[in-house]
């Protein structure tokens, strides 16, 4: 029974500590390019959990960081589909499973902003409502023009 309690103990600390390195690269991302820029060590964290796992508000603000890259580079979202490579797939495969999304058409790099703007658990993050402001700046920028 020991044993059974100190290996839950065990794993349970490993995902929390995964959870960290995950939010603190969310935190530090900063899109340069119109596709994803991943590390393989991030990748490879996203292919071993289960998407109920994975820190949702960190997925969002990676989500959200890029979306407002595409806004200020190029005024307009982009099919989050045609934005990763083989490798880097699986990051976009684990956030439709989670978000239960389905697009005959693929799936605007807006979608994760809606899906927080509509989820009020994630609008309690503080990171997600700043990157909300600024999108909603961004879209509103984007108009007058």
Do not use: W
């Not at 935190?27 to 959990?49: A, C, G």
């Not at 605007?108 to 997600?128: C, F, G, Q, T, W």
């Not at 999108?135 to 920028?141: G, L, P, S």
């Amino acid at each position: 029974m020991k044993l059974i309690l100190s290996t839950i103990i065990f794993f349970s600390y490993l995902l929390s500590a995964q959870s960290q390195d995950f939010r603190a690269f969310a935190t530090q991302y900063k899109p340069s390019k119109i596709s994803f820029d991943l590390p393989s060590d991030v990748v490879d964290q996203i292919d071993q959990n289960n998407p109920s796992d994975i820190d949702i508000v960190a997925f969002n603000i990676i989500y959200l960081k890029q979306y407002l890259h595409h806004l200020k580079c190029c005024n307009q979202s982009y099919n989050l589909e045609g934005l990763f490579n083989d490798k880097t797939r699986v990051f976009l495969d684990a956030y439709v499973r989670h978000n239960n999304l389905v697009s005959q058409e693929g799936i605007s790099s807006r979608a994760p902003y809606e899906i927080v703007i509509n989820d009020p658990s994630l609008m309690k993050s503080r990171d997600l409502k700043k990157l909300v402001n600024c999108i909603q700046k961004e879209e509103k920028r984007i108009k007058k023009n």
